[in-house]
């Protein structure tokens, strides 16, 4: 039997937004670095921001600002703060992937569906907006205040949609930043779509799609 839930919950920004962090890095550093090495300065980079979120709440231009400037440092580059605010300045005017719109817009009708983003309050409606699909509710780590992967952050979710792990389908394409957790808290309808930021792990238990062109299949639609 196909599961049909309550709400259909979604890691916004790699999952349905094309985050690119990592062609920010390019620009500002790939000249200077050469192919190579931006390589390992890309990796660094996200690895930095998944540290930084894991701590206490701090607004996401600090979260971009320590990650830079740690990986900076741990590659020998001169640490810019103007770099790091560019960056940060350009998170929202990043769209969809292009098979987002169509998939979502598939399911909206019949099942709510719900972003649950490592975003700013400020920021994240202009994302929101290009997804060409209605979002029912949208959670932010500011809101929460805590980031994924932390507990926290899935749990305020919960309490103000006012259901359980039970009632949701969580959708990401991170096992790092949601599957994992999803898993600890018991959310045991998962899809990863496979977007090629990590390798699988079906340990955790998901159904793969290769892009969200695929998602409405899996809850009957």
Known sequence: MTFRPKFITFDCHGTMILFDMAGAARDFYGEALGTEMIEVFIRDFSAYRLDEVLGAWKPY???????????????????DPEIAQKIYERVPTWGPHADVPAGLA???????????TNSMNSQIPHNIAKLGAPIAHVFTAESAQAYKPQMRAFEYMFDELGCGPENVLHVS???????????????KNKVWVNRGHEPANPFYGYTEIKDISGLPGVVGL
């Open 61 to 79: 231009a600090e979260v971009v600002h320590n990650a830079l400037e740690r990986t900076c440092k741990r590659n020998g580059v001169a640490f």
């Open 173 to 187: 394409s991170s096992f790092r930043y949601d599957l994992m957790t999803a898993h600890d808290l018991g959310i």
């Open 106 to 116: 598939k399911i909206a009708p019949h099942i709510p569906l719900v972003a649950l």
